[in-house]
């Protein structure tokens, strides 16, 4: 019996855990206009032990979500420039399948240091 309470302790820890992760990408994605994936990528890979590619994947799934959700509260205020919105969602589109199609290719170690210089630059670019 003390087997199975532990096994469903586990679990509920395991679940809750992940919509923890959630509501955080989320107030992200709510309060910057980001998708979340600077908090689900690395918690998915350092958290919840998922390999960094399929890491992700997943988290790009989870982002689609939470910007249509934003994106209904952010179209009730009238915050949208759809002009910018539309030509920035074809390069989007383009992006996204190419960065799709390059994720199989290129090793993460690579991959965490294009993020890694991606990041030092916007974070420069954001102090000054």
Same mark, same amino acid.
């Given at each position: 019996?003390?087997?199975?309470?532990?096994?469903?302790?586990?679990?509920?820890?395991?679940? !809750?855990?992940?919509?923890? +992760? *959630?509501? $955080?990408?989320?107030?992200?994605?709510?309060?910057? #206009?980001?998708? =979340?994936?600077? @908090?689900?990528?690395?918690?998915?890979?350092?958290?919840?032990?998922?390999?960094?590619?399929?890491?992700?994947?997943?988290?790009?799934?989870?982002?689609?979500?939470?910007?249509?959700?934003?994106?209904?509260?952010?179209?009730?205020?009238? !915050?949208?420039?759809?002009? +910018? *919105?539309? $030509?920035?969602?074809?390069?989007?589109?383009?992006? #996204?399948?190419? =960065?799709?199609? @390059?994720?199989?290719?290129?090793?993460?170690?690579?991959?965490?240091?294009?993020?890694?210089?991606?990041?030092?630059?916007?974070?420069?670019?954001?102090?000054?």
């Amino acid at each position: 019996m003390n087997f199975i309470v532990q096994e469903n302790l586990e679990r509920w820890c395991k679940m !809750f855990k992940k919509v923890v +992760i *959630g509501i $955080l990408a989320g107030m992200i994605c709510g309060l910057f #206009g980001t998708g =979340g994936g600077m @908090i689900l990528v690395p918690s998915f890979v350092y958290m919840l032990k998922l390999e960094p590619k399929k890491a992700r994947a997943t988290s790009i799934f989870c982002m689609l979500v939470m910007v249509i959700t934003s994106s209904f509260f952010y179209y009730k205020s009238n !915050f949208i420039d759809w002009k +910018i *919105g539309a $030509l920035c969602a074809i390069g989007g589109i383009i992006g #996204g399948y190419l =960065g799709a199609k @390059i994720l199989k290719k290129v090793p993460d170690y690579i991959l965490k240091i294009i993020l890694i210089c991606f990041l030092i630059y916007v974070s420069y670019n954001m102090l000054f």
